[in-house]
């Protein structure tokens, strides 16, 4: 079992619609989760830190379930400008300073 | 404002070629480290380093060495270049690597093994 396991999408959705991208993991021990963006050929980008109250940003709500081991995203009102790999990231703890990617889900949203 | 730089953006190699692949960071941030991306696989951890000296391997460090004389620079090289290490490069940094810590990233080095 890999240690993050992501939807594998594509997932295709008009503008405006809302859409939601699950993850788990296998550490029950994890530290730290992010969501992180990555255009096509390009780097990824630190999306948002998911907290274990759940938190927001504008469009963009992370959610954090520790007993059920995922963590997941919420787009709301989606934009053309949403289209990405977005990659579920997770801080093991233990003591060292692995980070765990997951393989990411493709978004595409259209006009 | 520079950030995290990698060298060179593309490359082609032959079998059992050897090169190294530049990476430079001007944040003083001591954590850095190699991923690989391949499709479906996600990034994948080469090599890792938590200071100037240290340096440990990552999930996937077979046929890659890495050094750490400074700082800012934390260099990739391949031993003798196979094919199945066709993929995208990228090296990061953060200011601690530990739980909590935002990576940056630079752009990524295609490498193509024939």
């Known amino acids: 079992r890999k240690e993050v396991e992501q939807d594998p999408g594509p997932f295709n959705v008009p503008e405006g619609a809302t859409v939601a991208f699950n993850c788990t993991y296998s550490?029950?021990?994890?530290?730290?989760f992010f969501w992180y963006r990555q255009d096509c050929r390009k780097e990824p980008k630190l999306l948002m830190s998911?907290?274990?109250s759940g938190n927001e940003d504008g469009r963009f709500t992370a959610q954090l379930n520790r007993a059920s081991q995922y963590i997941s995203l919420l787009i709301r009102d989606s934009k053309l400008s949403d289209s990405a790999t977005y990659l579920c990231?997770?801080?093991?703890?233990?003591?060292?300073?692995?980070?765990?990617f997951g393989a990411g889900t493709r978004l595409f949203v259209k006009a | 404002n520079a950030g995290v730089t990698q060298t060179p953006k593309f490359q082609v190699l032959k079998t059992g070629q050897s090169m190294t692949l530049q990476c430079a960071q001007d944040?003083?941030?001591?954590?850095m480290s190699w991923y690989r991306q391949d499709p479906g696989m996600g990034l994948r951890l080469i090599h890792y380093?938590?200071?100037?000296?240290?340096?440990d391997q990552g999930e996937v460090p077979n046929g890659y060495n890495v050094s750490r004389s400074t700082t800012e620079d934390f260099p990739l090289r391949l031993l003798s270049a196979a094919p199945s290490q066709t993929s995208v490069y990228f090296c990061?940094?953060?200011?601690?690597?530990?739980?909590?810590?935002?990576?940056?990233f630079g752009q990524g080095t295609r490498l193509t093994v024939v």
């Open positions: 990061a940094s953060s200011s601690s690597g530990g739980p909590g810590t935002e990576a940056f």
């Open positions: 550490n029950s021990a994890s530290q730290s």
């Open positions: 998911v907290y274990s």
């Open positions: 990231v997770v801080i093991p703890y233990t003591g060292g300073f692995k980070t765990i």
């Open positions: 944040m003083n941030h001591e954590y």
């Open positions: 380093s938590v200071g100037a000296g240290i340096t």
